[in-house]
């Protein structure tokens, strides 16, 4: 299976803060990538898919970018409601989930 | 809009099996692709199994535990998960995948206990 990294594992940032979650897949995933938000006792919430393509109704400070194995998710402004464990997956080979980054409150 | 439930047991026996159901309102299971996802207490997200049109791949660490079927009348998939022990101990989620997009729905969960 394809190996997916994410960096930060844990962020701490306050409201309004730009924030950047790095995502690194250990082989080329062809685009095929997306990003989850997760609250406690959620299911997971489809955020951005094929890399970039903000999924209908998603905030448009939410972003995705990168290529090949590397892949950024960022919030321009954070905003109350974004605290929250985001998770990238890669569904061009079977599909993984990166471990979490969890963003938290400063 | 499609919309999906999970049903099964909550606590279950080590070494028993576990079945799991999925059922779908508004959607059909021959296209898309169709999942099992698991969420241990505290931990990531985990593929347990994917089936598309008829086919069905495996997480490869279920090491063949798993099965994953749809009924005929296209409204519901099921998980079995044989030799179970505390690791199986998770959240399980049923999910939606549209082709080239991500899993955009998801049921709300089923908590399974492995415990005797």
């Known amino acids: 299976d394809i190996q997916m990294t994410q960096s930060p594992s844990t962020l701490s940032a306050s409201i309004g803060d730009r924030v950047t979650i790095t995502c690194r897949a250990s082989q080329i995933v062809n685009n095929w990538l997306a990003w989850y938000q997760q609250k406690p006792g959620k299911a997971p919430k489809l955020l951005i898919y094929?890399?970039?393509t903000l999924e209908s109704g998603v905030p448009s400070r939410f972003s995705g970018s990168g290529s090949g194995t590397e892949f950024t998710l960022t919030i321009t402004s954070l905003q109350p409601d974004d605290f929250a464990t985001y998770y990238c997956?890669?569904?061009?080979?079977?599909?993984?989930f990166g471990q979490g980054t969890k963003v938290e409150i400063k | 809009q499609v919309q999906l439930q999970e049903s099964g047991p909550g606590l279950v026996k080590p070494s028993e099996t576990l079945s799991l159901t999925c059922s779908v309102s508004?959607?059909?299971?021959?296209?898309?692709?169709w999942a099992w996802i698991r969420q241990p207490p505290g931990k990531g997200l985990e593929r347990v199994a994917i089936y598309d049109a008829g086919r069905v791949t495996y997480n490869p660490s279920l090491r063949g535990r798993a099965t994953m079927s749809a009924d005929t009348s296209g409204t519901q998939f099921s998980l079995r998960l044989t030799s179970l022990t505390a690791a199986d101990t998770a959240v399980y989620y049923c999910?939606?995948?549209?082709?080239?997009?991500?899993?955009?729905?998801w049921g709300q969960g089923t908590t399974v206990t492995v415990s005797s």
């Open positions: 094929k890399v970039s």
């Open positions: 999910a939606r995948h549209v082709y080239g997009r991500g899993m955009a729905v």
């Open positions: 508004g959607g059909s299971l021959s296209n898309d692709y």
């Open positions: 997956q890669q569904y061009d080979n079977n599909w993984t």
